[in-house]
């Protein structure tokens, strides 16, 4: 027995020390780049700084958050985050709803509808070219139409209120209410958690969305936070092969560029408990499918 | 008589289609109406003509596709990568999974899971613009590391040999945690009463994390195999599309960031939409594929 007992202490420490690696490995990059953003800039490019702040001072942090185009990014992705997200969880639990009813005629094959363009898709040109021709480019609606159904979201909907006693709508049924009435007002007041998993879900899609914004926001005046970001990390990352004299002047400083990023996480950092509560949840409604 | 009570349902509940408007309305524009689209890749598209008035080439843009050097350059670094992404990255949560299930310390449990998981919630942008930073040629922290040790700095997202890697471990970096999630809820329900028995007869840890723990999550891990094999196109556009630069489309260009660079770029409509429905109808094929195997030796749909 003594031999297991030194085993199962091998074993202990190997997994500690691998998962504090793997715990580390995760903090070291936020923590440098959050050194660099309260650091001294001459420290920042003589290559002083690497996992704690020298000179430390919190002016360019307070340049970044208090800069315009920084504040007007930040507004324009809550717009779309508060807008994008009510929307979809709207128009994803009046799809959910009608389809969770299959003995309705003509819902199996609009869920098979559904599902297909889950397998296979238009594309990217195609979509440009759509967004176009509706005079959508540089439109808000271009960043929240495109993808306001998630099929898989709405899919997870559908599954719950199946889940639901049917006893429920048939009373109310024999009382004379209408179909939108209950699901109004009898099955969405019940579904509140899995209403925030799936508006969780909407919402850090919304907000961390990059790719609807570089095909088709140009105007500087409607950039959301993260193609300001990108802008900001590729200008100055673009340094080391092509700059014009009129990029060099742009280029923003190592410290910006830190304070920036730093600044931009700050938002989902805040919500982070709840994004981890509710996120599991819904993964675990997804793969257990209904 | 059935055909009739079927259409009285539906005519007594003529609100719920109602509610499906906006729904039908978002599948088939924003759904339907770009694979419609695709037909363009057939024609020499015009963008001022539309589809109605551009003229019709069959196959030539496929033509031009197998011709081209670039696609099979794009299609290359496309399979390179997410291979070596699934190779080296898919079996690490399984085990991150298996160790964090070892750890009896609770508060300790929570905490790794609260920092491993984070990564998953933050954008490309935030993630490029970390690395950027961490691996930056004169002060960055990775060279300052080399550097010490004696070793000349490494411009990693300029340099061809050292791209795919930066692009392999940010990935990992971002989701390795978040995916042991599904393994490590596979691993809770796992019958409790196996682990006793196998104590009673002598087990060790080890033994039972390979003849119980194991064993016991291997539907879960070759169903996310299988939905892994289903996006075997899809390497990481938007994670490329934010880390890289003309530098590196030699290692770095994916179909998707190829799509985006030959349609948006240089506005050659029809052939960036062939090569794209060549990745859509591939990627098709592959996640029909995946659930017949799913059907046959899980005896379960992935849908």
């Known amino acids: ?290 | 008589m059935i055909k009739s009570s079927r259409w009285k349902l539906a005519r007594s509940n003529w609100d719920m289609y109602v509610l499906l408007i906006p729904g039908l309305i978002f599948l088939l524009l924003f759904k339907y109406t770009p694979m419609y689209g695709v037909v363009i890749a057939f024609q020499e598209f015009n963008i001022f003509s539309g589809i109605g008035g551009s003229e019709w080439v069959g196959l030539e843009q496929f033509q031009k596709l197998v011709r081209s050097e670039d696609f099979f350059q794009v299609l290359t670094n496309t399979l390179l990568i997410s291979m070596y992404k699934i190779v080296l990255l898919f079996p690490v949560p399984i085990v991150v999974a298996l160790l964090l299930n070892e750890v009896r310390k609770m508060l300790f449990k929570r905490t790794i899971q609260t920092i491993i998981y984070l990564p998953h919630f933050l954008s490309w942008v935030i993630i490029s613009g970390l690395f950027v930073t961490l691996l930056a040629p004169t002060d960055g922290l990775v060279n300052q590391i080399i550097m010490a040790f004696g070793g000349e700095p490494i411009s990693f997202l300029q340099d061809n040999s050292f791209f795919r890697s930066v692009v392999v471990f940010t990935a990992g970096w971002k989701e390795i945690g978040w995916n042991a999630i599904i393994f490590i809820a596979a691993i809770a329900g796992i019958d409790q009463e196996q682990y006793e028995a196998a104590s009673i007869d002598g087990a060790g840890r080890i033994r039972k994390m390979m003849s119980i723990t194991l064993p016991g999550i291997m539907p879960t891990i070759v169903l996310m195999f299988i939905l892994r094999i289903g996006s075997l196109l899809e390497a990481g556009t938007e994670q490329i599309l934010t880390m890289y630069n003309p530098l590196v489309y030699e290692t770095g260009d994916v179909i998707g960031t190829y799509v985006y660079r030959m349609g948006l770029g240089q506005q050659d409509y029809s052939f960036s939409t062939a090569v794209g429905l060549f990745n859509s109808v591939v990627g098709f094929i592959l996640i029909i594929s995946g659930n017949m195997l799913s059907k046959k030796f899980l005896k379960r749909s992935i849908w």
């Open chain 1, 1 to 290: 027995m003594h031999s297991r007992k030194i085993g199962d202490y091998v074993l202990d420490i190997f997994i500690y020390v691998s998962l504090i690696a793997m715990g580390l490995s995760t903090l070291v990059p936020f923590i440098t780049v959050l050194s660099k953003s309260v650091s001294e800039e001459w420290a920042i490019t003589s290559g002083k700084v690497n996992l704690f702040p020298v000179g430390f001072q919190l002016d360019t942090l307070q340049y970044v958050v208090t800069n315009n185009q920084f504040l007007h990014a930040l507004l324009i992705s809550v717009l779309v985050a508060v807008v994008g997200t009510l929307a979809s969880l709207i128009v994803t639990a009046m799809t959910a709803y009608p389809l969770s009813k299959r003995e309705l005629p003509g819902v199996g094959i609009i869920i098979i509808l559904f599902v297909f363009t889950m397998m296979f898709n238009g594309g990217i040109i195609p979509s440009y070219l759509l967004i176009r021709q509706l005079d959508l480019i540089d439109n808000l609606g271009s960043l929240i139409l495109p993808g306001l159904i998630s099929v898989f979201n709405m899919l997870v909907i559908k599954s719950y209120f199946e889940s639901l006693p049917q006893s429920l709508e048939e009373s109310a049924k024999l009382d004379g209410a209408r179909n939108y009435t209950i699901l109004f007002r009898i099955i969405l007041p019940l579904s509140g958690p899995v209403l925030a998993t799936i508006g969780l879900f909407y919402a850090v899609y919304y907000w961390n969305d990059y790719f609807h914004p570089m095909l088709y926001i140009n105007s500087t005046s409607l950039k959301p936070l993260q193609l300001y970001l990108q802008d900001i990390v590729m200008n100055a990352d673009s340094s080391s092969f092509k700059m014009s004299a009129e990029d060099m002047m742009n280029v923003p400083a190592e410290g910006v560029r830190a304070a920036t990023v730093i600044a931009s996480t700050i938002p989902i950092l805040l919500v982070y408990p709840f994004l981890q509560k509710y996120f599991i949840k819904g993964v675990l409604i997804g793969s257990v499918k209904g």
